[in-house]
């Protein structure tokens, strides 16, 4: 059974930093290709940040703010949120998959974790 564990959320004002982690148990994590998505109340759940086999990549409303990273050895995700505002207020989950080739889609994740809160004040 794979187990994703998110920690790391909480309440910070706009403008500051927050580090979300996620911990992969049950299969080797070095296999998997992992994403970040967030869904605020009464909305869909949004990518945030993928890292696969090839690259990162990251939607245009955290571009420059967020950064995706890996450590294999640790089995864990991290997801680095800096300048931080209003509307990043959500739920944040980390997902894997196998293989994804549209990193983007909820769809294409096979696992998720529980999900951590994130709330920005303004």
């Known amino acids: 059974q794979v187990l994703l564990v998110e920690s790391g959320g909480g309440l910070v004002q706009a403008g500051g930093s927050l580090r979300l982690s996620c911990v992969v148990s049950g299969r080797t994590f070095s296999s998997f290709e992992m994403g970040w998505f967030r869904q605020a109340p009464g909305k869909e759940r949004d990518f945030v940040a993928s890292i696969t086999r090839r690259n990162e990549y990251y939607a245009d409303s955290v571009k420059g703010r967020f950064t995706i990273s890996r450590d294999n050895a640790k089995n864990t995700v991290y997801l680095q949120m800096n300048s931080l505002k209003p509307e990043d207020t959500a739920v944040y989950y980390c997902?894997?998959?196998?293989?994804?080739?549209?990193?983007?889609?909820?769809?294409?994740?096979?696992?998720w974790g529980q999900g951590t809160q994130v709330t920005v004040s303004s």
């Open positions: 997902a894997a998959a196998y293989y994804t080739h549209y990193y983007y889609d909820t769809g294409a994740y096979d696992y």
